[in-house]
C-alpha cells in the first residue's frame, strides 16, 4: 500500500441511506471524488447534509449502501474488520470536534499509544513524541493530564496524535468546532502548517467557511450530493 | 503466498498484546475510581471469605471428626459390638483365649464434662492395649531421662491399681488447670465425681491428644456404672483373622470394620455441610453481581473512549483483554483479602459449626481452625473464577464496542434495553428448567441445589425488566407526590436499567435468601415446637442423664416405675429404653416404650398404618420407624426392617412412619417388653409421668426430684416446658451459623448496591450538575437520588417476596427433605415477609445516604466543565 502512486483516496458513486420508521432517507447519493496525496480537501455542509455520514464512511466505519472508497489503491468498502483496524492503526488519523484524549493518559502516553500499537522501538517513539510535541508548541507538558489542558492544548495534542504514527491520511471532524474563535484560528494555523510540513493527506469536514479555507479544494456536501465549490458559499 | 498456522497464532497473539501505554490508561482508570475499584474488590473479598470460611469450618470440622474417631479407635482395624450394647468381660476373656487374639482391648467410650469442657472418656485394658496404643500409653515414656520413664511407668501403675485416676491431655490439663496428682470433678451422665490426674499426656510431634481422658477399663466401668460388661473391643486383625473370628462369634455380637464405622458417622453430617457450603455458594454469587455490575459499569462509562480506541487501531481482542484483566487484578485482590478475611471468620465459624455437630451428631473432641491449602485454593479458585465469568460479559461488551461510539454514545443503553424482554425470556426458561429439574431429579441433594441456582439465577435475570415495569408504572405516582423530582427519579431508574436493574436484582437475591432462608427455619421451628408438643406426652420425665440416656448404659431401678405411680397426682408412668442398634444398612436409634396407660401416646403418623397396630406393636411383628429413615431407605409399611438383636437378627414389619425431628439417622420404636426380650435388656433409661387431673404439678416435681437424687447414680428429672425450652435452644443454636451466613449474604449485596448507586451517581455527575445549574437545591437534589433508591430498595424487596418464597418451599420441599428426611408444612409469616421489603429498604437507603450527599456537594460548574 505505501508504493501506492495513485490518488490517496478514491471514493466512487457512494450511496448511503438509513430506515426512519417505515421510509429509508437518503443521505449519500452517488457521491464521487479523488483526494491527492498530500492535498487538503474540505466538506463543507450544514447540519444533517450528510458530510459527517461521508466521513464515516471513508473511515470505514460505516458501510455504503452502494459504491466504494479506496485508501492508497485499496478498496475499504469490502474489508473485514481486523484488516479495517489495521487499516486505522496504520494509515488513518483521526481529529475529532471534542479531542477524545485519553483522559487517563498523560499528553506523552496519548502520544505514544498509536505508536506502540504499530510497535514503533521505544527509542524512536520518545525522538517522535519529542519532534511533535515541539512542532506544536507543547514542549515541557508531555507529563500533563487532559484536563489539565486548555481546550486549544488538547486539541493541539489530539492533532499531534492523528499524525505521529505518520498516516496517509487524516480525517478530521469540525477541528475547531469545540473552541473559541481565537483559539480556533491558532489550532486552523497549527493545521495547516503541520500538514504542509509533513505533507499528510487531510479531509476535513467542517461547517465554517474559515475552516474550510485552509483546504486546496472545498466540496459542498447539500442535500445527500458532493459539489466542488471554488466561489465562495452563501452560509 | 498462504500464511502457515505459526503465522496465525503470532497474528493472533498480536491481536490481544496490550501496550504498555492501554495498560497504564486502564490502571489509572481503576485507581481513579477508587469507591468503585475498591467496592469491587470488598464484594468479591467478602463472597471469598464467605466460602473460605465455611470451607475452612467445614474442614476443620471433618478433620476434627476424623482426629475424634482416630484418637478414639486408634490403630484398631475392626470392633466388636454386642446387639444390646454390652459384652460381658468374661465373653472378651474368652474370645481372646479361645481366637488368640492378642492386638485385642476391651473399651468403654463415653461422654465427660470438667467444668465447661467436654472430654471423651476412654477406659482401656492399659496391658492388653500397651502395644495397640503407643500413642497413649508409650506417650510419657519417651523423656530424655530414666527419672521421666520411670515417672510415667509409676503413673501407669497408679492408673491400674487406683479407682477414679485418669490421663489428661496436657492441653485439657492446662485449660481445667489441673496438674499431676491433683483431683478434679468429672461429670459422668447425670452423675458428679472426684477423679485423681495420673498424669499429663504430652503433645506428640504436634498431634494432639486433647479431648480425651484415658482410664483403665475397671475405672471406666465403674464411673459408667457398667461393672462386668464393656462397650466393645477394639482389634488389630489381618483379613484372614477377621474372617476366621465373624465365623466364631457367638449369637449377638458382630464384627465390624473400624473404617465402616467411620464412614457412617461421616455420612450423617454430609448433608449438614453441604448446606453450609450451598449457603456459602449463594454469598459467591451475589459476588459475582457485584463484579458485573461494577465491570459493566466501567465499561459503559468508557464506552466513548473504547470507541476512541478502536479508532486508532485498537482490536477487538486487545480491548477484551484489557477488561478480561482489569477483572482479574480485581479478582486476585479481592480474592487475596478475602483468604485473610475468610481465616478470621473461619476461626468463629468452626466454632459453630463443631458446636452444631457436637448438639446433633456426636462429640468432636478437636475443634481448633484447622488451615487447609486446598480449601484456601479453592476459594481463590471460585473468587477468581466466578469474577471471570462475572467480567466476560463486559469484556465481550467493550470488543463489540464500534469506532462509531465515539459519536453514538447512548447506544449501549438502547441496546441493554432492547435485551431486557430477551434476559426475561431467558430467565423464565431457567426457572422452568429449575422447576422441571426438581421431579426429575430424584433423591439427589447436589441436583436439589443446582434447581435452586437455576431459579435463583433465572429470577434475577427477569429481574430489571420487572424493575423497568415498576419504575414506568410509578413515575405519574412520584410525579404527583414530588412534582418533576419524582418524576425524574422514576425515569432515572428507566433511563440507567442495564445498570439500576442489576443492583436491584443483586439486593433482590440478598434479600429473597434471607426471605427464603427465614421461612424455612420459620417452618422448621414451629413443626418441631409442634412436634415436641406432641410428642412429649408426660408432664415430668426422669432419666439416667439428660435427654433420656443412652450414652451411658446405666439404668434406672426396675422397682422405680411402680415408687412413681404410688406417687398422688401421677395418673400413669411410661418406661423408655433408648439405645443405638445395628440395621443391615447401618445403626440408627431405637426407644422400646411401655406405658402404664396402655397404648403410647405421642405419634404423628405420615400417611397409613398397619392394622391392628397397637395390638401387632406389642406382640413384637411390628416397628415404627421414623420419616427420616423411612426416606432414607425407600421403605414404607408393610416393608421389613432387620435388626440385630442379641440372639442374631431379627425382622419386623413396619407399621406405621412417624414424624420425627428428634434424629437425623433414624429412630425405631419397638413394644419395651419385645426389646426386652430379644436384647436381654430389662433396664430402663427414662420414664416418663402423667400428672392427672387438678394435681399439683410443683408438688409431684418436687418428690420426683427427691426420689431421683437418692438413685446410684442420681437421675436427672426435667419437666415438659425444660425440655421443649431446651430442644428449641439447641434448635436456636444450629441454625446460628446460617444466621450468620445470611447476614454475610446481606452484607456483600449491601456493598453491590452502595457500588450500583456510586456508580450511577458518578455516570450522572453532569446531569447532576444541569439540575443544579438551573435552579434545583441541593435539598432537591438530594431527595431525587433517595426517591431513586427508595424505589430501587422497594422494587428489589417486592421482587424478593415470590423469590423467597419460591426459595423457602423448595428448601423446605427438597433441599431439607433431601438433606435430613424431614417433611414440613410451609408456614409465611407476615413478619419475614415484612422484614424482608424491610432490609431492601433500608439497605438501599444506607447505600444511597453517600452518594446523595456526594451529589449534593459537588460543584455544578466543574462537574458542567469535565467532558
Redesign the interface.
Known sequence: MDEHSGPALEVLGLGKSYAEGRRRRTVLRDVGFDVAAGECVALLGRSGSGK?TLL?LL?G??RPDTGEVRIMGRSVTGMG??EL??L???HIG?I?Q?F?L????TVA??L???L???RMPAARRRERIAELLGKVGLDGREGAFP?QLSGGEQQRVAIA?AIIHEPSLVLADEPTGNLDAHTGHRVLELLSHLFRDEGHTLILVTHSREVSAIADRIFAVEDGQLTERTEALSW | MSRGPGTRVVGALD?VRL????L??????LT?HPWQTWLSIIGIALGVAVVIAVDLANESARRGFRLSVEQVAGPATHQIRAADGRIHDATYTRLRLAQGLDLATPVIEAPMRVGERSLTLLGLDLIAAAPMRPDLLAAGAGGADARSARAWATALIALLAEPDTLLLSAADAKAIGAAPGDEITVGIGSGERRMRVAAVLPDQQGQTLGGLAVTDIATAQEVTGSIGTVERIDLILTDAQADRLAAALPTGLRLTTTAQRTNALAQMTRAFHTNLTAMSLLAMLVGGFIVYNTMTFAVLQRR??LG?????????GQLFALVLLETLVLAAIGSLLGVLMGIAVGAGLVQLVTRTINDIYFQLNVRSLHLDWLSLIKGVGLGVGVTLIAGLGPALEAARS???D??RRTLVEQRGQRLLPWLALAGLVLIGLGVGLVPLSGRSMTWGFVALFLIIVGASLGMPLLVRVLAVATTPLFGGLFGSVGRLAARGITASITRSGLAVAALAVAVAATVGVGIMIGSFRVSVSDWLEHTLTSDIYIATEPGGGGGTDTSLPPALADELLDLPGVAAVSQGRRRPVETRTGQMSMLALTSSAGTPRGFNFRGETAENLWQRWRAGELALVSEPYAYRQGVGVGDRLELFTTQGWHGFEIGGVFQDYGSESGTVILSKPVYAKLWADPGVSSMGIVLADGADADAVEARVQAIAARLTPPAAVQTNRGIRALSLAIFDRTFTITEVLRLLAIGVAFVGILSALMALELERAKDYAVLRATGMTRGQLRLLILLQTTLMGTAAGLLAIPLGLAMGDLLIEVINLRSFGWTMPLRITPDTLAAGVLLAWVAAMLAGAYPALRAARAAPAQALR??
Open positions: 459527517s464515516n473511515a466505519i460505516d474488520e481486523p483496524t489495521l486505522r492503526r496504520r483521526f475529532y471534542f477524545n485519553i483522559p487517563t493518559l502516553e496519548n505514544a499509544l498509536p506502540e500499537l504499530n484536563d496524535r | 491481536a501496550p504498555p501505554a492501554l497504564t490508561a486502564s490502571r489509572r482508570y481513579r466513548s473512549l476512541t480506541l478502536r479508532m486508532q487501531g485498537v482490536t477487538r464500534q469506532p462509531r465515539v459519536i469535565e467532558e
